[in-house]
T-cell receptor, first 118, second 114 residues
Framework: DVKVTQSSRYLVKRTGEKVFLECVQD?????MFWYRQDPGLGLRLIYF???????EKGDIPEGYSVSREKKERFSLILESASTNQTSMYLC?????????????????FGPGTRLLVL | AQTVTQSQPEMSVQEAETVTLSCTYD???????LFWYKQPPSRQMILVIR??????QNATENRFSVNFQKAAKSFSLKISDSQLGDTAMYFC???????????FGAGTRLTVKP
């Protein structure tokens, strides 16, 4: 079974803090994704990565950055947390056919991190 | 741009009955995948069922089946013999071939009542 884990289930941070959310997958997937989930809005893509050190912006990248130094690990960074970043953050991974994104598109999700910014 | 619409924010069904969740999508692509994901309360999102657009046969996974109408751009999920464990948020999702831009609907919160 594909396993995607996230470093924290719940986080409480203060405005202005730098926040790191970690995600690890154990299936040698090439693609990894960060979404935020808000009621009534579904999932919105923040960033994704199709290879080590590669990243592409999603729909809502503002206020976020990412890091992928190793294939199995994808980090989401909130440089200066704000209250409007209070949300559920979901990490996902998918297998790729190699090179540019493609191949097996099914995404497998981590348990989510519920972040509260005060 | 691709969009996915789930017009039912909340639904409920009695245990053992059948329920259908609606999903429509908008795309100019001809080849794509469609998914239904389930997110139980405070638990991980998991894949329920997957459909490839070029396949005319509707996908089925045990009590879960879809009604895929490509021309109408409709992809509904039918849950037969509903169980209490089916209580969850259900998301419809779309992704074009050779692309990582997966689009999700806003979700339908399904409650199965005993």
């Amino acid at each position: 079974d594909v396993k995607v884990t996230q470093s924290s289930r719940y986080l409480v941070k203060r405005t202005g803090e730098k926040v790191f959310l970690e995600c690890v997958q154990d299936m040698d997937h090439e693609n990894m994704f960060w979404y935020r989930q808000d009621p009534g809005l579904g999932l919105r893509l923040i960033y994704f990565s199709y290879d080590v050190k590669m990243k592409e912006k999603g729909d809502i990248p503002e206020g976020y950055s990412v890091s992928r130094e190793k294939k199995e690990r994808f980090s989401l960074i909130l440089e200066s947390a704000s209250t409007n970043q209070t949300s559920m953050y979901l990490c996902a991974s998918s297998l790729s056919g190699g090179g540019r994104p493609g191949g097996e598109e099914t995404q497998y999700f981590g348990p989510g991190t519920r972040l509260l910014v005060l | 741009a691709q969009t996915v619409t789930q017009s039912q924010p909340e639904m409920s069904v009695q245990e053992a009955e059948t329920v259908t969740l609606s999903c429509t999508y908008d795309t100019s692509e001809n080849n794509y995948y469609l998914f239904w994901y389930k997110q139980p309360p405070s638990r991980q999102m998991i894949l329920v069922i997957r459909q490839e657009a070029y396949k005319q046969q509707n996908a089925t996974e045990n009590r879960f089946s879809v009604n895929f109408q490509k021309a109408a751009k409709s992809f509904s999920l039918k849950i037969s013999d509903s169980q209490l464990g089916d209580t969850a948020m259900y998301f419809c999702a779309f992704i074009p071939y050779n692309n990582n831009d997966m689009r999700f609907g806003a979700g339908t919160r399904l409650t199965v009542k005993p």
